[in-house]
T-cell receptor
Framework: RKEVEQDPGPFNVPEGATVAFNCTYS??????FFWYRQDCRKEPKLLMS???SGNEDGRFTAQLNRASQYISLLIRDSKLSDSATYLC?????????????FGQGTILTVHP | EAQVTQNPRYLITVTGKKLTVTCSQN?????MSWYRQDPGLGLRQIYY???????DKGDVPEGYKVSRKEKRNFPLILESPSPNQTSLYFC?????????????FGPGTRLTVL
């Protein structure tokens, strides 16, 4: 089993749609969770950190389920500009919390 | 402007010819890291550094070396590059480790080893 798994997609949705991505992780000691966004051939950029209680930033909502070891990202009212690859990132936890594992990424295409 | 810079941005080289990819950040970040990105495999961590003179292996350290003699610089060294090290490389930095802090990535270095 991969340490961090994502459905690679692609997800093709119309503008205005709501879309959700899940990501599962295998290391129960992981303490920090993130969603990054990567545009084609560009560097990844932080979209959101994911907190235990869940958190929202505008149209984006992130959730963490420690019992089932998954995190999710919900995008509401999708915009064309949301088209990108979304990367789930998990740290190793414990004394190795600097060790990060990225998921393969989920490709999202928002069309008119 | 706060940024992470990498040089070179593009490099074509031949097997066995030692090379160094430089990474520098101007944000006084303690943490720096190197990743490679390959189609179908995503980003994989090569090495990371929690602070000056402290480095640790990531998931794919074989064939690479790093050093952290100064806070701002974290060069990636390929002593004897091989074709399987052809990849897109990213350097990143963040403050106080990565527990809750944003990682800032450099623009990437596209390396081809013939």
């Amino acid at each position: 089993r991969k340490e961090v798994e994502q459905d690679p997609g692609p997800f093709n949705v119309p503008e205005g749609a709501t879309v959700a991505f899940n990501c599962t992780y295998s290391n129960s000691a992981s303490q920090s969770f993130f969603w990054y966004r990567q545009d084609c051939r560009k560097e990844p950029k932080l979209l959101m950190s994911v907190y235990s209680s869940g958190n929202e930033d505008g149209r984006f909502t992130a959730q963490l389920n420690r019992a089932s070891q998954y995190i999710s990202l919900l995008i509401r009212d999708s915009k064309l500009s949301d088209s990108a690859t979304y990367l789930c990132v998990v740290n190793a936890g414990g004394t190795s919390y600097g060790k990060l594992t990225f998921g393969q990424g989920t490709i999202l295409t928002v069309h008119p | 402007e706060a940024q992470v810079t990498q040089n070179p941005r593009y490099l074509i080289t031949v097997t066995g010819k030692k090379l160094t990819v430089t990474c520098s950040q101007n944000m006084n970040h303690e943490y720096m890291s190197w990743y490679r990105q390959d189609p179908g495999l995503g980003l994989r961590q090569i090495y990371y550094s929690m602070n000056v003179e402290v480095t640790d292996k990531g998931d794919v350290p074989e064939g690479y070396k790093v050093s952290r003699k100064e806070k701002r610089n974290f060069p990636l060294i390929l002593e004897s590059p091989s074709p399987n090290q052809t990849s897109l490389y990213f350097c990143a930095s963040s403050s106080h480790g990565t527990k809750y802090n944003e990682q800032f990535f450099g623009p990437g270095t596209r390396l081809t080893v013939l």
